[in-house]
């Protein structure tokens, strides 16, 4: 079945560091690709999404290419802010339904 | 305009009990998700309604997991004779409606943790 799979945490930087989480998916056709966001004591939030090969999906300074050749879409961020302290999962939505699968999530530390 | 929500935010309950979970999703929204995230994994896909049907329950684990929306807004996620494995925190998303590719987003309620003494 359908699957991500993403780098493991935590991942800690210093501030105005550079980012890069990677993210790799397994799945039948072109599913749809998102980044969410769950940052401390809050809900999950979409951070981006891509929808075809090609597309980049970008917000509040990320990053993310949905790139077939490799079955990738990893978030990158040239300088992160310690607000950019959180758990970030990425996920895709399958073709036949509306369902997303997620990634296990990485936890970013941004120390001052 | 008001999120989604979830209620309650904590419960606590013990082994063999019933227990149900609320989600109240954004107005408007027809297309209605409920996930199981455990510590340190990301969220898992257990049901999903479009309206009042339930369009696709393939991640429900067993048959103590049910879930029902009867009027096409308000879901209550049902789990009987709870386990200790049932402990996680309960999402529910909401979209204005399930398109195919998924392209809609997904607006996610603070979840509500449960716990299984």
């Known amino acids: 079945g359908d699957s991500v799979t993403q780098m493991e945490g935590p991942v800690t930087l210093s501030e105005e560091a550079f980012l890069t989480i990677n993210c790799t998916y397994t799945?039948?056709?072109?599913?749809?690709l998102f980044w969410y966001v769950q940052y401390p004591g809050e809900g999950l939030q979409l951070l981006l999404k891509?929808?075809?090969?090609?597309d980049k999906g970008s917000n509040k300074g990320f990053e993310a290419t949905y790139r077939k050749e490799t079955t990738s879409f990893h978030l990158e961020k040239g300088s992160v802010q310690v607000s950019d302290s959180a758990v970030y999962f990425c996920?895709?939505?399958?073709?036949?339904?509306?369902?997303?699968?997620f990634g296990q999530g990485t936890e970013l530390s941004v120390k001052p | 305009g008001a999120g989604v929500s979830q209620t309650p935010s904590n419960k606590v309950t013990e082994k063999g009990k019933y227990v149900e979970l609320r989600c109240d999703p954004i107005?408007?929204?027809?297309?209605l998700y409920w996930y199981r995230q455990s510590l340190g994994q990301g969220p898992e896909f257990l049901i999903y309604?479009?309206?009042?049907?339930?369009?696709?329950d393939s991640g429900l684990p067993n048959d103590r997991f049910f879930a029902v929306r009867p009027e096409g807004s308000v879901s209550t996620l049902k789990i009987q004779r709870t386990e200790r494995g049932d402990s996680a925190v309960y999402l529910c998303?909401?979209?204005?409606?399930?398109?195919?590719?998924?392209?809609?987003?997904?607006?996610f309620g603070p979840g509500t943790r449960l716990t299984v003494l």
């Open positions: 107005s408007g929204h027809t297309a």
């Open positions: 998303a909401s979209s204005l409606r399930h398109s195919t590719g998924g392209v809609n987003e997904q607006f």
């Open positions: 996920a895709l939505s399958d073709i036949a339904g509306g369902k997303l699968i």
């Open positions: 799945a039948t056709g072109y599913p749809s």
């Open positions: 309604f479009q309206g009042t049907g339930a369009a696709d």
């Open positions: 891509a929808t075809k090969a090609d």
